[in-house]
């Protein structure tokens, strides 16, 4: 079955611009992971969501949110870029995300540069 | 915060030789552990875990220690070949859901054939 896909994989922005990415779960999952990847910062949660509730955030500024719609696709937008917020995005799915039963899969993430 | 941290940013292995990354955690609230290994271009893949109530847990040739006595997570790998190679990150969570993850900084293991 076809993985977590994220879109897309490259994007090139301009400092004070907006970005939205873009991630589809697996088919049937139903909950979904936001996570940046810097190679200062490492891998840092952003955001957690379950049939379209945001169920936990992350230390990240207001200017990142994200969303889940019915489909269980989520998206997350990033406002007035900065430098910094350069990094891979990754994005993970599962079933579910019951502690008993461990399932995530990660996607490729999508690789922002804001210059 | 707390965080996860790895002792070894990188190790380098004979192809052959088991090979062994540790993690240091210092939440003793912690009580999920989840190795993970990222090659170049792709996003981490899921290897072993362990809850907290187990102190090793066995996999295809990876094996997964935990002392909670002084919070120390080791992944050992067992005849490493060429395609081991890649940055190996531990994770640890507590409460809540599995989505939450504190990710170590990684390691590098490079192995020579």
């Known amino acids: 079955k076809a993985g977590v896909t994220q879109t897309p994989r490259y994007l090139i922005k301009t400092r004070g611009q907006q970005v939205t990415l873009s991630c589809s779960p697996i088919?049937?999952?139903?909950?979904v992971s936001w996570y940046q990847q810097t190679p200062g910062q490492g891998l840092q949660f952003l955001f957690e969501y379950f049939s379209e509730t945001q169920r936990n955030k992350g230390n990240f500024p207001g200017r990142f949110s994200g969303r889940q719609f019915s489909n269980s696709r989520s998206e997350m937008n990033v406002s007035t870029l900065e430098l910094g917020d350069s990094a891979l995005y990754l994005c993970a799915s599962s079933l579910t995300s019951d502690r008993l039963v461990y399932g995530y899969t990660f996607g490729s993430g999508t690789r922002l540069t804001v210059v | 915060g707390e965080s996860v941290g790895l002792h070894l940013p990188t190790l380098s292995v004979q192809e052959g030789d088991n090979s062994i990354i540790n993690c240091a955690y210092s939440?003793?609230?912690?009580?999920?552990f989840i190795w993970y290994k990222q090659e170049s271009g792709k996003g981490p893949q899921f290897i072993i875990d362990i809850r907290s109530n187990m102190d090793k847990r066995q996999g295809q040739r990876v094996t997964v220690l935990l002392n909670k006595t002084v919070k120390h997570l080791s992944l050992q790998i067992a005849a490493t070949q060429p395609g081991d190679s890649a940055v190996y990150f531990c994770a640890e969570t507590y409460g809540g859901s599995q989505g939450n993850l504190i990710f170590g900084k990684g390691t590098k293991l490079s192995v020579k054939p």
């Open positions: 088919s049937g999952h139903r909950s």
């Open positions: 939440n003793s609230a912690s009580d999920y």
